[in-house]
């Protein structure tokens, strides 16, 4: 089964400075992987993903992740912070059940504050 | 964005009644999510559905149980809330690219 890890379960940034949250995963075939975002109170919301086709993504609010198969990891980053990015952040691999259904498999998040 | 609403989105219950959570879309996709989200133990999932009375039991589906009848409608019902049960509980709906859709979550606290 695959497996998430999200280093560090806290991340603090200056505004204007570089966002770097970390993730790495476990598969022996190539994923998809998904980075989310939480704002306090809400549920989650798709960032981007990765379905095999670029291995750099796009997503929004100026978000981008790298896919490194030779790393096995999906680093989100953000050239400049901005307060309104405070949040909570969650990797997401889709992986197989037993009964060959997919579903994600989550890390456990990282909670990103932006100081002034 | 498929519409997918959750209700109620606050509810206070006492101990040892049964609670039913209601998740409904308006897209027909075929597999639906129950998550239960506890800080430092991030998003646990506690039932999902494949179709309509096609279901299967999650990490967590202790003290759970779920409906299907229809396509637009997942239905998670505490049998006999306990404590440990306090939580924020979240529907998803997943997309033709594995993604997820998540919906506002229900707060539900049990006294």
């Known amino acids: 089964a695959q497996s998430v890890t999200q280093l560090g379960s806290h991340v603090s940034v200056s505004e204007g400075a570089l966002v770097l949250l970390r993730c790495n995963y476990s598969?022996?075939?190539?994923?998809?992987l998904f980075w989310y975002v939480q704002y306090p109170n809400q549920g989650l919301q798709l960032l981007l993903k990765?379905?095999?086709?670029a291995t750099l993504v796009k997503g929004i609010n100026g978000f981008e992740a790298e896919f490194k198969k030779s790393e096995t990891s999906f680093h989100l980053t953000k050239p400049s912070a901005h307060m309104s990015d405070a949040a909570e952040y969650f990797c997401?691999?889709?992986?197989?059940?037993?009964?060959?259904?997919?579903?994600?498999?989550w890390g456990l998040g990282t909670s990103l504050a932006v100081n002034p | 964005d498929a519409g997918i609403t959750q209700s109620p989105r606050h509810k206070v219950t006492e101990t040892g009644t049964p609670v039913t959570l209601r998740c409904h879309q308006t897209e027909n996709h075929r597999y639906m999510y129950w998550y239960r989200q506890d800080p430092g133990h991030g998003l646990r999932l506690i039932h999902y559905s494949y179709g309509v009375k096609d279901t299967d039991k999650g990490e967590v589906s202790d003290g759970y149980s779920v409906s299907r009848s229809k396509t637009e409608d997942f239905l998670l019902t505490l049998e006999s809330a306990t404590s440990s049960q306090t939580s924020v509980y979240f529907c998803?709906?997943?997309?033709?690219?594995?993604?997820?859709?998540f919906g506002s979550g229900t707060r539900l606290t049990v006294v």
């Open positions: 598969s022996s075939v190539p994923p998809y």
């Open positions: 997401a691999v889709s992986d197989r059940d037993a009964g060959n259904n997919r579903k994600l498999i």
């Open positions: 990765y379905t095999s086709a």
């Open positions: 998803a709906i997943r997309q033709w690219d594995y993604g997820y859709t």
